[in-house]
Each structure stands twice: as structure tokens, then as C-alpha cells.
């Protein structure tokens, strides 16, 4: 069957902090953006409770509710949502194209917003059942899968405020949780960790791995194998469930060899700019940001991003990762500011007098092209 072909000015992959932030600017400034959501619309912050730390809420907002509203505040622009998976991305020219099963998207400017993913250990019986026992008292999201943990003795993987948070969460439903963390002391900011000292249902266990999580699929998880990790000494710690939160891994396997990555695969992105090796595709959000990950810090990339692609689309320079500036024509101008490469490969002096006297010479000179819309308001 053909595929509907779709044409868009900004498409965004991600539907969380920085992918609606970026629709409600590029939406505003009449870009008409499409949002591509995968499997978790909303983002992380979905699948989080009070969010006390998002400016503007003095008492705090529901993490569903907060992103429910990003949603509303772009949908009034006139944002339009997909929902589907992207299997292919093709970023070889402009427009660039996006294959989902149903659609053929093609885009004059990308910004990719597609978030973070819960890390896994790697371990014996955590993998999804039937081959290990994932969903049968092994998860990665509390606030998703707490509710069936209730008077359950549990464990919690992790020594950060994630590891924290989940652990606290989690004391409405269980009869204790137990924090396994294979250091002596926390990552976790001093306010969560103190909130989790308090705790009377929260226990830790410190200098301590999880390397297999026991159990069948008739009885769930009864068990974890444990190691200590000074004297390798291994036991059985009984428990029914297990929450694994040791951090995220970006979502940005499909751009892999196409936009240029850190080793963990966050997009690296110019330091002025939301602007990725490829001219024309921007990242904002946990996809490029492995120093502040929260949901104002994605916001402010989202709309740093969408004002990054209205400018490459207006053919005003846009600071490349290399430090070079590059126009949607091509253009490149010198991190210096020196010269000017044409889309050709010809260089040009970037000094205008040195320009009129090229001229003089050849009869011919740069001009550049006209904006082809206003700034954003
Ligand atoms: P972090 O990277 O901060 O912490 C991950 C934790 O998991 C660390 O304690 C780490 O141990 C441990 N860990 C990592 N890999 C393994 C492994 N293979 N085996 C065992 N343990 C492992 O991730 P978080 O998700 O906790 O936090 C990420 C960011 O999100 C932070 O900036 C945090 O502040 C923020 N955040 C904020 C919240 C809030 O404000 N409400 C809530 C949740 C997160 P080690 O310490 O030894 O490296």
C-alpha cells in the first residue's frame, strides 16, 4: 500500500518537555510543526509524581498534569501530533525524509527531542517475561507499576535522586523497600536523600550489586542474588519485587552514525545553538543534554531549537558544533568569521572591502538571499 507523503516546515521527534516547548514556539511563529510521538507521549515526566522544581507552580504539579497542559498550550497553535515509530530517517539532504509504517515525512528542518529511556543492568531474569521475569515483579517505573506492590517487601537499584525518588514513592505500597547501591554514599541531591533517611519503611543496603534476579514466571520475582562489591561475597536477599533506577540512555539510536554523538549517544550540539553536524536538524532535551537533564533545562532547548530552525529557515547563519555558521543555502561561514564557503566549495573572503575588490575583478559577488519570513515575536 503507498504511504501517505507528509510535508512540514519543522518536524519534531518527542512529545516531552523540549519537543512541546519547541512546537509551542515553532507553532507561534507560524511553522506549522508536526509532532512525531513514540511510545511514551508526554515524555518521562508521564511517569513521574509532584514535580516541585518546574518555575511557576508554587505548590507543586503532577507530573501527567504538567505535561498535559505543554500539550494544550501547543495544540492551541495549531501544533498537529502524530503518533507513531520511526523505522528509518534519511538526513542525506534536504528535504529530510522520515519513514514511520503509514507515512512518508518529509521535513525542511528536524528537531530532535526524543528523550531518554530507564538504563537496565544487564542481569540474569530482568529481561521482559517470558525469557526473564520484566513485569512479573520487575520494573523500571513506579509510579507505573507500584500499585501492585502493595504490603510487598521490594527492592530499589540505585544511589540517585531517580533511585530516591522511586524508594519514597514506593513506601505507599509496600511494606519495605530496600535501596541496594553499589557505593557507601548517594548521588542523590541532599534533599531526597534526607527525605529517604526519614523514611521508616526504607532501608539501605550499601557497597552492593544485584547480579541475578530469581524467581519463575508462576511464582514472580522471589529473590535477588547479591555481591558485595569489597569483599565479592555473595548472598540471597528475599524480596517480590525489584525497581531497577541506575539513570537513562538517550533515544537516539535511529540518528546513530548520522549525527555526531558522545560515547553514551547524546547528540553533541553547537555551543551557542541548538544546532547538530547536520545543517537543518537541530537536538534539544535529554537526547543532547547529559549534564542538567530536567524538564525547565529540555524546555529552555526545546525553545532555543524551534528558534534555531525558524532563523535556518529565515537563511540567517546558525553556529554549527564545529563553530562554523551555516545557512539553509549551504553557506559556511568560517568559525573566524574569516571566509565564506559557497555551496559550490568556492571560499570567499568574508570582509567586504576585500569582497569589492574580488568583484572589481570578476564582475560577480556574494549577495545573500532574502529572509523568507519575519523573526519570532
Ligand atoms: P544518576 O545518573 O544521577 O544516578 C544513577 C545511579 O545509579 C547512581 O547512584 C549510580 O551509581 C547507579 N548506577 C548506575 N549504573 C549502575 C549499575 N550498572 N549498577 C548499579 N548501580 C548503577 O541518574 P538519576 O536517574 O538518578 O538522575 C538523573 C538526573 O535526573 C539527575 O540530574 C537528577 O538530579 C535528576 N532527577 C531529578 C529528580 C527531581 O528533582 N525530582 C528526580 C529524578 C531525577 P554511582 O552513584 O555509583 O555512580
Known sequence: ?????????????????????????????????????????????????????????????????????????????????????????????????????????????????????????????????????????????????????????????????????????????????????????????????????????????????????IGEPETGVVGVRLRETETGEESIFDCEGVFIAIGHQPNTGMFKGVLDMDEVGYIKTSGRSMATNVPGVFACGDAQDSSYRQAITAAGTGCMAAIDAERFLDNLPVPAPTGEEITIEGERVSADHETITMPGGETISNHPEADAEGAQASGDWHKPSQPRRGAIE
Open 1 to 213: 500500500m503507498p504511504k501517505d507523503t507528509l510535508h512540514r516546515e519543522v518536524v519534531i521527534v518527542g512529545s516531552g518537555p523540549a519537543g512541546l516547548t519547541a512546537a509551542i514556539y515553532a507553532a507561534r511563529a507560524g511553522m506549522n510543526p508536526l509532532v512525531i510521538e513514540g511510545p511514551q507521549p508526554g515524555g518521562q515526566l508521564t511517569i513521574t509524581t509532584e514535580v516541585d522544581n518546574y518555575p511557576g507552580f508554587a505548590e507543586g504539579i503532577q507530573g501527567p498534569e504538567l505535561m498535559d497542559q505543554f500539550r494544550k498550550q501547543a495544540e492551541r497553535f495549531g501544533t498537529e501530533f502524530l503518533t507513531a515509530w520511526i523505522d528509518t530517517v534519511d538526513l542525506s539532504e534536504r528535504p529530510f525524509t522520515l519513514h514511520t509504517e503509514e507515512h512518508e515525512i518529509k521535513a525542511e528542518t528536524l528537531i530532535v527531542a526524543s528523550g531518554a529511556s530507564a538504563k537496565w543492568l544487564g542481569i540474569p531474569g530482568e529481561e521482559p517475561a517470558p525469557k526473564g521475569l520484566g513485569g512479573l515483579g520487575v520494573s523500571a517505573c513506579a509510579t507505573c507499576d507500584g500499585f501492585f506492590f502493595k504490603g510487598k517487601k521490594i527492592i530499589v537499584v540505585g544511589g540517585g535522586d531517580t533511585a530516591m525518588e522511586e524508594a519514597t514513592f514506593l513506601t505507599r505500597y509496600a511494606s519495605r523497600v530496600t535501596v541496594v547501591h553499589r557505593r557507601d554514599h548517594l548521588r542523590a541531591s541532599k534533599i531526597m536523600q534526607d527525605k529517604a533517611f526519614k523514611n521508616e519503611k526504607i532501608d539501605f543496603k550499601w557497597n552492593s550489586e544485584v547480579i541475578e534476579i
